[in-house]
């Protein structure tokens, strides 16, 4: 499934950056989602993960042409990034409909772990 994509392009030092990339921003949204859990309300939480989520969506591509722009010397420099998307592209990631590449499902994966981080039953201080 994922035999052509570009991710093995890059050569293993490439590929592995972009690996720390991806997950270093999975980790730092998912902790920006676990903020949100202080909010003892469980609909602001949700809303903030699909907020955050379509934030992700929106301004990752930026970031990631920023690794490529060190990657490959050629590249200009420039903004790729446009109007904010509609509800459509982060709903697709979300169901899997989008491009059928690494880069795409993991989006989808994000997405899903942003939405069931505030569905998590806090406990109380000092229970086990």
């Avoid at 949700?46 to 591509?61: A, D, E, H, K, N």
């Amino acid at each position: 499934m994922y035999a052509q994509d570009s991710f093995f392009d890059l050569s293993l030092w490439g590929r592995t950056g972009l690996l720390c990339l991806s997950a270093t921003l999975f980790i730092l949204f998912l902790f920006l989602a676990r903020l949100l859990y202080r909010i003892p309300r469980i609909w602001p939480r949700v809303l903030g993960s699909i907020l955050l989520f379509w934030l992700f969506v929106w301004v990752s591509p930026q970031i990631y042409y920023q690794y490529y722009h060190l990657l490959f010397e050629f590249l200009p420099d420039q903004w790729v990034i446009g109007w904010p998307p509609g509800p459509i592209k982060p709903l697709q990631f979300l169901t899997f409909q989008g491009p059928q590449n690494l880069s795409a499902h993991s989006q989808g994966v994000l997405g899903w772990c942003l939405l069931v981080v505030p569905l998590i039953q806090r406990r109380p201080c000092g229970t086990a």
